[in-house]
C-alpha cells in the first residue's frame, strides 16, 4: 500500500514551542502504536490531529508527541515526522517512532486504520534500512495503552487489514509499578496511583489528580499500608512509598483483574 502523509501545515498544526530535538533514522530502532484511552473517538479527519496539539501544548509539550496520528479513515498526519524526537513513550523517544491510531477504550480499529498504520511501518523499515521491533506502549511504559485489541493486532505481526479474532491470552489490566514512582517524585503513573488509592477507599488525597508524589499521596500510601501491613517496607511502621506487589494488591483491591 502506497502511503500519503498530511502535513503539518495542511492540518493547521500550531507552531512548535521550542523545536523537538532532532534524531538521524540511523538511532529508530521501534516502532509504536497507541490509542487515545479509555473513551471511543468519532472524529476523523484534521480535528484528530488538532485536538491532540491541544492537549500537549496544554501539558506544557512543545506540540504534538506522536511521530504520526492514523485517523478511521486510514488518513496519516505527521506530528513530529520522521526527523524530530517523539514524546510518547519515556526512554524510547529517540529509538521509537510513536504512531497513535485515533481510537479508544474497546473500540474497534478500521480495517482501512489498520492498513495505513502498516504502510507507515513499512515505510519506516524502509527509511532506516531495517526491520522495526512492533511494540505496543505498554512494551515500553506502564499503562494499558494501546488496548487490548490494538495490542493484540501488533503482537500478531500488524497483518494489513484486521485485528486477529481472539489475542493469544487474555490481557491483564494489571500494570507493574514504574521504577520512578516514589514519594517526592514526578511520574506520569503517580496520577494513576492517587486513582487506584481513592478507588479503594484510601482517600481523599487534596490536590488530585496530579503526577507529583507529595505528602498527601504519600499519607495515602500510608493509610494503605496501615490496612495491608504485609505490603509494607520491613521495619517502617507507617509506609509511605508503594512497592511493586502493593502496587499489585492496591489494583486488585480497586477492582482490576
Known amino acids: 500500500m502506497s502511503i500519503s502523509i498530511v502535513s503539518r501545515s495542511e492540518w493547521g498544526a500550531k507552531p512548535w514551542d521550542g523545536t523537538p530535538d532532532s534524531v538521524p533514522l540511523s538511532r ?16 476523523t479527519g484534521k480535528a484528530v490531529p488538532q485536538a491532540i496539539d491541544r492537549q500537549h501544548h496544554a501539558q506544557g509539550w512543545a506540540g504534538i508527541g506522536y511521530n504520526f496520528v492514523v485517523d478511521q479513515n486510514g488518513q496519516v498526519f505527521e506530528g513530529r515526522g520522521w526527523a524530530l524526537q517523539g514524546a510518547h513513550c519515556p526512554n524510547h523517544n529517540v529509538s521509537g517512532i510513536g504512531v497513535q491510531i485515533a481510537i479508544g477504550g474497546d473500540q474497534e480499529p478500521s480495517a482501512k486504520a489498520l ?49 486477529p479474532a481472539k489475542p493469544d491470552k487474555p490481557s491483564s489490566k494489571i500494570v507493574p509499578l514504574a521504577a520512578g514512582v516514589k514519594p517526592g ?4 503513573q503517580v496520577k494513576e496511583l492517587q486513582q487506584l488509592l481513592i478507588k479503594a477507599g484510601y482517600g481523599p488525597i487534596p490536590g488530585a ?46 477492582g482490576r483483574r
Open 209 to 254: 489528580v496530579t503526577d507529583f508524589y507529595g505528602p498527601a499521596t504519600q499519607k495515602a500510601v500510608a493509610r494503605f499500608h496501615d490496612a495491608n501491613p504485609r505490603y509494607r517496607s520491613v521495619g517502617v511502621a507507617h509506609d509511605p512509598k508503594i512497592g511493586p506487589s502493593g502496587f499489585v494488591a492496591l489494583q486488585k483491591l480497586a
Open 115 to 163: 492498513s495505513a498504520a502498516r504502510a507507515l511501518y513499512d515505510e519506516a523499515c524502509r527509511k532506516t534500512g531495517r526491520k522495526l521491533a512492533m511494540k505496543g506502549h505498554k512494551d515500553g511504559f506502564a499503562t494499558l495503552c494501546p488496548g487490548g485489541k490494538l495490542y493484540a493486532w501488533v503482537r500478531a505481526g500488524m497483518p494489513a487489514d484486521k485485528v
Open 185 to 188: 517524585a514526578r511520574h506520569a
Open 28 to 43: 529508530r530502532t521501534e516502532f509504536f502504536i497507541h490509542y487515545d484511552g479509555a473513551n471511543h473517538i468519532a472524529a
